[in-house]
């Protein structure tokens, strides 16, 4: 039998598809606005790049686990971020979050299983399904996920914005414990909150879990909070069972994050104020994007957290995206995250402030 190539079953690389968008807006005069994708552009914080070049000597393999400090570290983020007793999951970095979540359903044996995603989502959770052999199926009410072995959600949304509250996270976990089932919560979004009275929530609060994590995973990425993307730096933590069981597969696999990049990423664990400091500049990013678009005739849905605003102006999204492209503004078009978002468009809050001053202006000069 001919061999079947693996990227044969899945979907094509949604970025690809922007080839063209993508030229329009690099020849507008003054150059593209590029938030399309999100990218950090801000600055690694000084004691991050110390961290990192003051252990560039070491030769030896590091550990798949993470180094002692690696481990504490984030075990009291996860805590000042969740409530959870640093005592009650277990933690295991890993090598950017997106590696992490395209290799899951395989590590957990999905084959042949069905595997929830959101109706709007990350295209990468149908991916790792489909690398697994498993059937992606979308839903977001969990009396809708049936006997699936795992479901991946995500609060923050990404790319709509949205935060489940603590009774939609507990119901996540009622249908957990009934179908002895595994929930992926994707986190990575958590400290971008705008909206005081949606504050993200994350699966391992003991609101939502009292106290018992069994059955549960809370995946998160420094990539957004401290502009570490091309440190490539995320974590797992949750069900000590799980964790361990993962660990163990990584260890044969060979996924280790590497140990100069262990080391700069305790000092940003540690590190709150250089998170802090970046969320404000999210934050001012996103009230000029947000009056702009608003402006202009878009209308902006859920939006309450992460770094992007799930815009619409109530026609098909590749429209809107060519729209912005002739202002010289690339932006990502709804549809590569689900059929349900055929009419939005995620606008990134990813441009340094000269390039959403000039998106601001662009989207001005339309009024």
């Not at 590590?107 to 990350?122: D, H």
Request: hydrophobic fraction near 40%; charge should be negative; include cysteine.
């Amino acid at each position: 039998m001919a061999r079947q190539p693996l990227g044969n079953s899945l979907p094509d690389f949604p970025w690809n598809s922007l080839a063209e968008a993508k030229k329009k807006a690099q020849s507008h005069p003054d150059g593209i606005v590029d938030l399309s994708v999100g990218n950090p552009v801000d600055p690694v914080a000084p004691g991050v790049q110390l961290a990192m070049a003051s252990n560039a000597e070491a030769s030896g393999y590091p550990t798949t686990a993470g180094t002692a400090q690696l481990q504490e570290a984030i075990r009291g983020n996860v805590a000042r971020r969740t409530g959870a007793q640093p005592s009650s999951f277990g933690v295991l970095p890993v090598i950017g979050l997106k590696e992490s979540i395209a290799w899951l359903p395989t590590l957990l044996g999905m084959r042949g299983q069905r595997v929830i995603i959101p109706s709007v989502a990350y295209p990468t959770y149908e991916v790792g399904a489909l690398i697994a052999g498993a059937h992606p199926e979308r839903a977001d009410d969990p009396r809708d996920f049936g006997d699936a072995e795992l479901a991946f959600i995500n609060s923050p949304s990404n790319p709509t914005g949205r935060v489940k509250t603590v009774e939609e996270m507990r119901a996540v976990v009622a249908w957990a414990r009934e179908n002895n089932a595994i929930v992926a919560s994707d986190e990575c979004y958590l400290a971008l909150a705008w909206d005081d009275e949606k504050k993200p929530v994350s699966i391992l609060d003991p609101r939502v879990t009292d106290g018992d994590n069994t059955g549960l995973i809370a995946m998160h990425s420094l990539s957004k909070s401290h502009n570490l993307a091309s440190y490539r730096t995320g974590f797992f933590a949750g069900d000590e069972a799980l964790i361990a069981e993962l660990l163990e597969l990584r260890k044969h696999a060979g996924l280790i994050v590497p140990g100069p990049i262990q080391a700069a990423m305790v000092e940003a664990l540690n590190d709150d104020d250089s998170e802090t400091l970046q969320v404000r500049r999210y934050a001012a990013r996103r009230a000029k994007l947000l009056r702009a678009l608003t402006r202009a005739g878009f209308r902006i849905e859920h939006s309450e957290a992460s770094m992007y605003l799930w815009a619409t102006r109530d026609e098909q999204c590749r429209i809107t995206v060519d729209w912005l492209a002739e202002r010289g503004i690339l932006v990502a078009p709804g549809d590569f995250y689900g059929p349900s978002g055929d009419k939005f468009v995620r606008i990134g809050l990813n441009g340094t402030d000269e390039r959403i001053d000039a998106a601001v202006a662009r989207l001005a000069a339309d009024n």
